[in-house]
Every structure is written in structure tokens, then in C-alpha cells.
């Protein structure tokens, strides 16, 4: 099964066994977060499943991403996230410490993300039959106004930015495997990213759409964004923000960072004659001081990302099927 | 005296080229009357006369038909005599199955050189001088049937004595659709100089770089002599190391810096024109930066009279390069984007319609078909029930749509994940369609599930789609080029495809036909790490093979060397492959002959450069259960390095050994199958050292061997495999 990586894969698998088990008009979004108007208010519910090795690496563990995941889905749908539930499926024998370092981790994050675990569920398995320890945890925030965001709000003439350096989580992850023997001082990027969202939303009332750039990378979203929103979208390869360890490592690898998943970043897009206010407000969070403006929207080709090189080239920067394989004969 | 008639329809290369006036001729000479004109279908004639001329007619119209003419088939229904009065050339017309071919573009012919330089004549110095047997031709067609009107000519109204010309049936402008003069022609210009070509040679002589507009785009000029211009242009067009091209005046020029053997002369002046590979002369005065590291010169002679006037004015050899920035296509309809690379622009009024780089031939067998062969048609060994669009690979694509028996093969299109390129693919595959009136039902598409001609192929609607594996498709590709079918055993070796087991492929013994395949051997698999970037990066190949190696290769990358082993040794982002193309990046690495590369192939290029071809040992290597074990190879030549070993020995070593494994697998396949025929294919069978040391091998061991001639082994080939594999899965 190659159906993981977050790409069109991912989406054929989605959009086969699901949509067509589940259909219904809230689904057929396939946004992060589903928004429900329930009476006078509006509701955002989200569900993640985090999957992750090593279960522990620089910069957080399996509780971090599951708190944060799924708080980040909240807020860049627009909301502030409130309640959230916690389930673990446990293989047999897994360390307790562990797991209470796991149970740990997964506090600090929701206090910082001043949102509430309200209920769980555990599971134990079969020793063999799963990674040690997978989380799913849900979410529910409350939209407290009346804009609508979303990919297909997208129009020509917006800006793309992104909340700060990419790539950082998924080649952190790559090297804390250990398999490299590379030393580094990287950290994933995992954060809540809801004051983050909440301070964009004040400061740009044309802000289109927010999404976390998790599994398929910066690259999987301005694809789902081109789409959606049938325009082109022009990145500039050196206007986005990478570290340079980050870009060493992935080069090494031979890994794009457009296409590595970050957990504490989203790419927004903003109407263009918002786009400075947009980024100076990121930037006064400690979150967003390297945001940035990487491209603009365009009319043609429509449902193409294009990427501008340094010279002057302009690369399709599509979405990957699968892992990324050779191309070059 | 009882008149008898006769319709006729003629299918081929049969518009613009001189054919109505050759018809003409024939009929008034045998005092037929009747007409003759151009429609969709190609041309149609009507005759009436007697008996006797009608038959001699029709027995001498396949006989003698003009030079750039080709007659596929005539069709003849006999009818009532009309009465007719005179024979006339018709005006075209519209309507009907498009089956008229159109042809390819052709150097301007001796008749025209001579008018060219003749003081005497109204047309001296007219650089858009042509006639029905040289001149544009598919770079100006907009639309079919061929004629004026409806080529980028369209806006040129003819002067009297053109228009005179044009339709006096003996002339040889008689309806030559793009003739001109200086009276009613395009016109050159440069930076609104009084005299462009002077100012263009004065220029080139000062070390200037020119952009040069030409038939399928723009090209780039400098002196290839000069001490500094070749450098100055390789660092404004982002192109490190690939050789240039270099346009000389005439043969003579040509033999000043290459060996031009027989078959070379005749590329070099036959009316396509393509670059010619050749080897060059120890003396050949030229600057290094024209072609690094390579011991080959690619030669053209000039193919429009422009080209003449300058190289003529000039008097010495100039670089003449695709006007563009590293691997974008090349620029075609103005020059804007070249505005940071060329000091000046020679351009001109008359419009390309679609773009054509030049093509590149050497010894006999074509690496790159585009200008001077697109758009002309293969014939197939089959024939299509169904017409079929087949996409073609990524990097050096083109695109293949089959009518009947006859395959459209585009020109280069070039990397699709160019943006500017995957444009022009979507636009020319239109193009295509519309030329020679194909609406294809099938789409052949290869298994890569990122190659953008794939999911271009997944877009379509209303087809049926037919994914063709990729090195089936070059052997089907070296089948069709040799007008067969298989079955075969079949020898694809290249850098890298997608194999249905989800390892990359390329080095791979098949046993096939045009229906299918068997993989029935291959090279032993190994670790890519890093996919692409062990392409870019050939010294990878080298750990991936030799982890524990203790050479210069190994400390020149000593940073990186054990995390790229690791990531080999791990699978991380590192697929196991079989391909040949990395085998010789290991080999140049650990041969100290190239760490990274800046084009395709470059290497194996520069290992097969540096290989001496009087060495004739090979290294030995196994073949177990029909693996080749390519290690061997290497441990080989690591043994012969400690042993101090001249490396162009060890080169040839390697290449031979490997030569020999391939005859080796080849034979016991033979004992499984019976089969005698060998088919070569993949872009490392372009290495003329291994290929000539296979295919004598294998005909040592009274194999047949096919080879590709018409259609390049590179994945320039890969659509007209697809083609073919996706006509006879749909009954053809
Ligand atoms: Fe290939
Ligand atoms: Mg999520
Ligand atoms: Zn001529
Ligand atoms: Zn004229």
C-alpha cells in the first residue's frame, strides 16, 4: 500500500473507500476540519491518527503532534480550538514510562494550546501488531466570526505565504531515525499554531484560506490550493524560508523541503494588497518571525503550482503519487 | 479518337514540395488535360486523353517525383472523359479525411545557393530565398492543406514577378507556397541597422554573442574560435559542461576540425541537416569551451541562406546553440528572454509557428529527430485500427500519433517539467492532431506515476488509456524503427524507468514482442541513494556499489561518504535499481573521470571518451540465473588501479567486459527460448564503444542483431514504442 504519503495517492484512497462509504455535503469538503452550524453557532471537528518513528525526537514526541495536529486543524480552519479527546492503541509491553512521558508531553502542549483533553480511550495489543504507541485525537473549536475560508476562496491576484521555515519536522524525523549516523542540531517545528492563526485573521480581513503543511509538504497544499481554486500558483524557490541545515540534509537525502512535512507551519493565502500587513503581523509572534511571502496566485495555467528558479527556469511543481522516485533516465 | 478519364488520389509527402508542377508537366506533356490540386487527403489529379497517354501517364507518376516528394499510395477510378480544356493546377481545396503530409523543413538547395550568390540575379543576398524543393516548411504550417495562406507566409502578399513565378508551371517556384523576394519578402533586421548581416558579422568577429533567429527558433552565436566568447556564453546560458554545436561554412571547414568519414559527409550535406557527431581533429582550432572533455565535435553545415551569408562573410566557424537558459526549450516567437544572454538580435518578420531544435545524428543512427525528419511518418509494421496518442517519457520527450500504418513522431520536445515545455508538448500534441486530422481513442502513457506526459495522459477524456513499461517500450521503439515485430530477446539498458515491481529499472534482458514482455534477466539491483540526486551525483553510485572502498573517490567525498552509505544500506530514500546508466557512473567515479554531472549521460560519455578502443580484454563478470553481476566490473577495476593500470585501459576493460556479459546472458537465453534476434535499445546502447562491441559479440555467436537507426535508443523513442505496443494491444 502506497497510500500514505499524502499525495494523489492519499487522495484516491480518500475519495474511493470514503467519500463514497460516507458521503454526505460536510464531507464532501475533504477540508481539515468539517464546520458545523449547530443553533446560532459554528463548529469546527476535526480527527487525526499520528503514526510516528521514533516515537521520541528533538523537539517533541507522538504527544506533542497528536495535541498539536489536531489543534492546528482547528485553527486554520478558523477557529479556537476548545475540547479535545485522546485515543491510544498500545502495543503489549510498552515501556509505562514511556507512556506517562507520552501522557506528559500531551499536557504541556494542550496548556499552551489552552485547550482541554475532556475524554479518551485506551487499547491494548498483541506485542508485534503495532509501533509501540499510535494516538488518534479529535477536536472541537467554536468559529467566532463570519468568514469563509478555504482553498477555493483562492484568487488571482492573493499572495502565498508560509509561517516560517519549512521542513524542519520531517527531516528531523529522517535523522532522529538514526539509521544516517548524522549528527545535528535540528529540532521538529512541532507548535499550536492558534495564536499564530488568530493574529493573522485580526490583522488581514482578506486572509483566503490557512492549512497546516503537514504529510506531502508546502507543495501538497498549493497543489490542493491550485486545484480547488482552478488558478496557478508562482512560487519563487528563493523566497521560501529553509534552514540551511535543513537544506543540506535534504539534499543529502535527496529530498525536495517543498515536499517534507512541517508541524508547526501553514501556508496561508491573503489577498495581495494585505500581504505585508499579513506578514508583519506573523512576525510579531515568535512562531512566525520567519514568515514570509513565496508566490503569487495567478489566472493560468490553472490548477498548476509553477515554481521560479534562480535562473529565471520555471519548474511544475506537481503532486507526488507516492514516495518520491527517480525521474531522470 | 475516344477520350478515356481518370481520377486519381495521391497519398504521401505530396504538398509543397513540387508535386502539382511535376503532375503538371507530365500531363501537358502527354497532352492530357484535366487538373491537379491540393486537399486535405493530399493531391488529387483528374486526367483525360487517349488511351495510350492516359496509361504511359500512370506508369510514370511513381517513376521520377520531385526531391523532397514521397508517394505512399495511388489510388486511380476510372470516369467519364469531361471534356476538359487544358490542364490547370486547382486551387485547394477544403473538406474530406486529412491524410496530405506535410513536409519537413530543408536546407536551401543548390539552385537557390546559387541564385543566393549571384549578383545577376533579383534575388542576391535575399536571406528567404527558397523554392519547392528547399525552404520552411513544418515550422510554418499553420493549418492543412498546405498553401499561403495558410502558413506564417500568409502575411506577404507576392510581388508580380513572384506572383509569375509562382504560377508558371515550368518554373521551379511554380506554387512553392513560401516564395518570395526582396520586393515582397520578410525582412531581416538588428537593432534597426541599414545592414544587418554586416553588422551581425562585425559583431561576431568582435567576440559578441548573437541571438540568430533560424527556421524552428532562435539560435546563439559566437565565433567558436574566439578566446573568451564560447566561456562568456556558457556562463550566461547556465550551461556548464554540454558540448555546442558549430556551424562551418562548407565541407572543407568541416574537415579542418573533424575526421569526416563517408557517412559523415552525406549527413552533413544532405537536405536535413542535422548536427553530425564526429571525431575531432587534435589540430582543430577551436576554443576549449565549445566541448569540454569530449573528444566529438558536432558539425552542421548552414540550412538557410542567413546561415550561407553569414558563415560565407565570415569566414570561419561559429557555435550556434538553441537560444535559451540551460534546459528551457528554445525561444521561437521573439528573443526577449535571451535579452541577459545575447549583445545583439539578428531576427526577422516571418513567424515560426512551432519550434524545432536541430536534430543530431552520428554515424548513420539518429540521438535526437526534430528538425529535417518531424513531421515525416514512419511506416509501421503494423497498422492501427484505432488511432493512438502515445505521451512519451519526461526528460528528453516527444510525443507519437499513428494513423493507419504511418507513426507522426514529434520533434524534441525536451523536459517536461519545464513549464514552458510541458506547454509546448500540450500545444504541439494539438498541433499534431490537427495536421494529420487525428482524433486519438488511445492514449499510451508509460508506468511512471510522477511523469507529467502521464498524468497529462490521465487527464484526457473519452480515451482508453494503455500504460507501456519502459523499457518494453524501447525495445518496441527498436522493433519499429527495423519495420518488426519480435518476438525478441531484448536488451534495454539506460539510466532509469519505472519497473510494475516497484524497483527502477535499467538494465534489463526481456524476452518480447510488441504485445508484451517478460523480464527474463537483468542487472544485479542496488541501492539509488537518493534517487535523482545519485544521478546528479555519480559518486553515490560509487558508494552505493563500494561501500568499503579505500580511493581518491572515497576522500574526495569523505563528508558524505559513510551517511550516503547508510542511506544505501538502510533504504533511505534510495530504491533498488538495475540500471546500467548507474553501473557506468561508478565506474567514471572510481575512474576519477566524473563526480557530478550538469547534463544527461555525461559520465558515460566522458568514460567512453577516455576508454582506449585498440584495448580489447574485457573484465569478467558473472551471470547467475540471467543476473549480470555489474560489481564484478567494478572490483575489477578497483584490482587494476592498485595494480596501476592506465585508465583508459581500464575504461575499455569495463566497457568490453560488459559487452561480453550482455552476449553471455543473450546466449543462454537463447538455449531458454530459441530466439535468435537481438534487439539494442535504452540511451546507453548511444555509446558506440559498448554498442559495437555487443553487437559484433552477438553476431560472433550467429545472432541477428537490431540496432536503432531512424529513431533515437534515448527516450526521444520511448512514444513510438508506447505507440506501437498500445496499436497491437487494440487489434493492430
Ligand atoms: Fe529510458
Ligand atoms: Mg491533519
Ligand atoms: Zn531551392
Ligand atoms: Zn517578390
Request: negative net charge.
Given at each position: 500500500l502506497a497510500h500514505g504519503a499524502g499525495g494523489k495517492a492519499t487522495q484516491t484512497l480518500v475519495e474511493a473507500v470514503f467519500l463514497e462509504a460516507f458521503r454526505n455535503p460536510v464531507l464532501?469538503?475533504?477540508?481539515?476540519s468539517a464546520v458545523l452550524e449547530i443553533g446560532p453557532s459554528r463548529l469546527a471537528l476535526t480527527t487525526d491518527s499520528f503514526v510516528v518513528t521514533?516515537?521520541?525526537f528533538p523537539g517533541g514526541d507522538i504527544g506533542h503532534l497528536a495535541i498539536n495536529g489536531t489543534v492546528n486543524d482547528l485553527a486554520v480552519s478558523g477557529a479556537r480550538p476548545l475540547y479535545l479527546t485522546a485515543g491510544f492503541i498500545i502495543e503489549e509491553g510498552f515501556p509505562v514510562a514511556d507512556l506517562i512521558r507520552i501522557a506528559t508531553s500531551m499536557r504541556e502542549a494542550a496548556d499552551a494550546a489552552d485547550v482541554h483533553v475532556v475524554t479518551g480511550d485506551t487499547k491494548v495489543v498483541q506485542?508485534?501488531?503495532?509501533?509501540?504507541c499510535y494516538v488518534t485525537t479529535a477536536g472541537v473549536g467554536v468559529i467566532e466570526h463570519d468568514r469563509r475560508l478555504g482553498p477555493s476562496e483562492v484568487r488571482p491576484g492573493d499572495a502565498v505565504i508560509v509561517s516560517g521555515p519549512i521542513g524542519d519536522h520531517g527531516i528531523t524525523i529522517m535523522l532522529a531515525?538514526?539509521?544516517?549516523g548524522i549528527e545535528s542540531d535540528l529540532v521538529s517545528d512541532?507548535?499550536?499554531?492558534h495564536e499564530l492563526a488568530a493574529a493573522l485573521l485580526d490583522a488581514a480581513p482578506g486572509v483566503r484560506m490557512m492549512r497546516d503543511a503537514?504529510?506531502?509538504g508546502v507543495a501538497t497544499v498549493l497543489n490542493e490550493v491550485a486545484r480547488a481554486a482552478e488558478v496557478a500558483v508562482v512560487v519563487e524557490e528563493d523566497a521560501i524560508p529553509v534552514r540551511p541545515e535543513v537544506r543540506g540534509a535534504a539534499e543529502l537525502l535527496g529530498i525536495d523541503p517543498l515536499y517534507v512535512a512541517c508541524e508547526g507551519r501553514f501556508v496561508a493565502v491573503v489577498d495581495g494588497a494585505e500581504s505585508d500587513r499579513a506578514v508583519e503581523a506573523l512576525r510579531r509572534h515568535p512562531l512566525g518571525?520567519?514568515?514570509?511571502?513565496i508566490g503569487r496566485v495567478g489566472?493560468?495555467?490553472?490548477g498548476l503550482v509553477l515554481l521560479k528558479t534562480a535562473f529565471g527556469g520555471t519548474r511544475i511543481c506537481d503532486v507526488l503519487v507516492g514516495d518520491p522516485l527517480p525521474r531522470i533516465c | 479518337m475516344s477520350r478515356v478519364g481518370r481520377d486519381l488520389r495521391v497519398a504521401g509527402v505530396?504538398?509543397?514540395?513540387g508535386f502539382r508542377p511535376y503532375v503538371h508537366r507530365l500531363a501537358t506533356g502527354l497532352r492530357l488535360s484535366g487538373r491537379v490540386g491540393n486537399d486535405v487527403a493530399g493531391v488529387f489529379i483528374e486526367i483525360e486523353g487517349t488511351q495510350e497517354n492516359v496509361t504511359e501517364f500512370l506508369s510514370a507518376?511513381?517513376?521520377?517525383?520531385?526531391?523532397?516528394a514521397r508517394i505512399d499510395r495511388v489510388h486511380v477510378t476510372a470516369c467519364a472523359a469531361r471534356g476538359a480544356d487544358g490542364f490547370e493546377i486547382a486551387a485547394s481545396r477544403d473538406g474530406g479525411a486529412h491524410g496530405a503530409l506535410v513536409s519537413a523543413d530543408f536546407a536551401t538547395c543548390a539552385d537557390c545557393l546559387r541564385e543566393l550568390f549571384d549578383?545577376?540575379?533579383?534575388?542576391?543576398?535575399?536571406?528567404?530565398v527558397n523554392c519547392t524543393h528547399c525552404g520552411p516548411r513544418f515550422t510554418i504550417?499553420?493549418?492543412?492543406?498546405?498553401?499561403r495562406p495558410r502558413t506564417?507566409?500568409?502575411d506577404f502578399p507576392m510581388c508580380a514577378a513572384c506572383g509569375a513565378e509562382y504560377t508558371d508551371?515550368?518554373?521551379?517556384?511554380?506554387?512553392?507556397?513560401?516564395t518570395c523576394c526582396p520586393d515582397c519578402g520578410p525582412r531581416l533586421e538588428l537593432?534597426?541597422?541599414?545592414?544587418p548581416v554586416g553588422d551581425a558579422v562585425a559583431r561576431l568577429a568582435d567576440g559578441q554573442v548573437l541571438a540568430i533567429k533560424g527556421l524552428g527558433g532562435f539560435h546563439l552565436a559566437v565565433l567558436a574560435a574566439h578566446p573568451t566568447a564560447p566561456a562568456v556564453l556558457r556562463a550566461r546560458k547556465h550551461r556548464a559542461d554540454k558540448p555546442f554545436a558549430v556551424m562551418v561554412a562548407d565541407l572543407r571547414q568541416a574537415t579542418e576540425l573533424c575526421e569526416v568519414d563517408e557517412i559523415g559527409e552525406r549527413e552533413l550535406t544532405g537536405p536535413r541537416r542535422p548536427i553530425v557527431l564526429l571525431p575531432r581533429r587534435a589540430?582543430?582550432?577551436?576554443?576549449?569551451?565549445?566541448?569540454?572533455?569530449?573528444s566529438e565535435l558536432g558539425l552542421m553545415l548552414p540550412y538557410t541562406p542567413l546561415h550561407h551569408l553569414l558563415l560565407r562573410d565570415l569566414g570561419e566557424p561559429i557555435v550556434l546553440?538553441?537560444?535559451?537558459?540551460?534546459?528551457?526549450p528554445i525561444a521561437y516567437r521573439d528573443a526577449d528572454r535571451l535579452a541577459g544572454i545575447a549583445d545583439a538580435v539578428l531576427t526577422?518578420?516571418?513567424?515560426?509557428h512551432i519550434r524545432a531544435d536541430d536534430s543530431v545524428v552520428r554515424a548513420g543512427t539518429v540521438l535526437r529527430r526534430s528538425?529535417?525528419?518531424?513531421?515525416?511518418p514512419l511506416v509501421l509494421p503494423l497498422s492501427c485500427p484505432q488511432p493512438v496518442l502515445a505521451c512519451g517519457a519526461e526528460l528528453k520527450n516527444t510525443f507519437c500519433l499513428t494513423k493507419g500504418s504511418h507513426a507522426f513522431l514529434s520533434q524534441h520536445i525536451g523536459d517536461l517539467t519545464d513549464h514552458e515545455t510541458y506547454v509546448s508538448f500540450t500545444e504541439s500534441v494539438q498541433h499534431f492532431q490537427r495536421l494529420f486530422g487525428i482524433t486519438p481513442r488511445v492514449v499510451a502513457h508509460d508506468l511512471?506515476?510522477?511523469?507529467l506526459s502521464t498524468r497529462y495522459a490521465g487527464e484526457l477524456d473519452d480515451v482508453d488509456l494503455i500504460g507501456v513499461q519502459h523499457h518494453h517500450a524501447h525495445i518496441a521503439s527498436c522493433l519499429a524503427d527495423n519495420g518488426e515485430t519480435g518476438p525478441v530477446i531484448g536488451v534495454a539498458f539506460d539510466g532509469t524507468g519505472y519497473g510494475p515491481d516497484g524497483t527502477i529499472w535499467g538494465g534489463e534482458f526481456l524476452v518480447a514482442d510488441l504485445s508484451g514482455y517478460e523480464r527474463a534477466g537483468h542487472l544485479r539491483p542496488v541501492p539509488l541513494p537518493g534517487g535523482d540526486a545519485a544521478v546528479r551525483q555519480p559518486w553515490r553510485m560509487a558508494a552505493a556499489y563500494l561501500p568499503n572502498a579505500d580511493l581518491p573517490v572515497t576522500r574526495r567525498h569523505k563528508t558524505q561518504w559513510a551517511a550516503v552509505v547508510a542511506m544505501a544500506r538502510n533504504g533511505v530514500n534510495a530504491p533498488l535499481t538495475s540500471s546500467a546508466g548507474r553501473l557506468f557512473d561508478a565506474a567514471a567515479a572510481l575512474l576519477d573521470v566524473?563526480?557530478?554531472?550538469?547534463?544527461?549521460g555525461q559520465a558515460a560519455i566522458e568514460l567512453e571518451q577516455c576508454a582506449?578502443?585498440?584495448?580489447?580484454e574485457g573484465y569478467p563478470a558473472a551471470v547467475h540465473d540471467l543476473v549480470v553481476h555489474g560489481e564484478d566490473l567494478l572490483h575489477a577495476i578497483v584490482a587494476d588501479l592498485h595494480a596501476g593500470v592506465d585508465r583508459a585501459v581500464i575504461a575499455a576493460r569495463f566497457h568490453n567486459g560488459l559487452a561480453d556479459a550482455v552476449v553471455t546472458c543473450c546466449a543462454r537465453l537463447r538455449e531458454h527460448t530459441g530466439l535468435q534476434t537481438v534487439a539494442l535499445s535504452g540511451?546507453?546502447?548511444?555509446?558506440a564503444l559498448l554498442l559495437r562491441r555487443t553487437a559484433a559479440g552477438l553476431r560472433r555467436r550467429g545472432f541477428r542483431v537490431l540496432t536503432h537507426q531512424r529513431?533515437?535508443?534515448?527516450?526521444?523513442g520511448i512514444s513510438l514504442g508506447q505507440a506501437v505496443v498500445a496499436a497491437r494491444r487494440t487489434g493492430g
Open positions: 464532501e469538503q475533504l477540508d481539515d521514533p516515537l521520541f506485542r508485534g501488531k503495532g509501533d509501540g531515525r538514526g539509521d544516517l512541532t507548535a499550536s499554531l503537514t504529510r506531502g518571525a520567519r514568515a514570509a511571502v489566472e493560468a495555467p490553472a | 505530396v504538398q509543397g514540395v507518376l511513381p517513376r521520377d517525383p520531385p526531391p523532397l549578383p545577376a540575379d533579383r534575388r542576391y543576398r535575399y536571406p528567404f504550417v499553420r493549418e492543412v492543406p498546405y498553401d506564417t507566409m500568409a508551371p515550368t518554373d521551379r517556384r511554380f506554387h512553392a507556397e513560401p537593432g534597426g541597422s541599414t545592414d589540430d582543430a582550432r577551436i576554443s576549449a569551451a565549445v566541448a569540454p572533455a569530449t546553440t538553441s537560444g535559451n537558459i540551460s534546459d528551457e526577422h518578420n516571418r513567424p515560426i528538425r529535417g525528419y518531424a513531421p515525416e511512471h506515476p510522477d511523469y566524473r563526480d557530478e554531472i550538469t547534463y544527461e582506449d578502443p585498440s584495448t580489447s540511451g546507453v546502447f548511444q555509446n529513431v533515437p535508443a534515448n527516450d526521444g
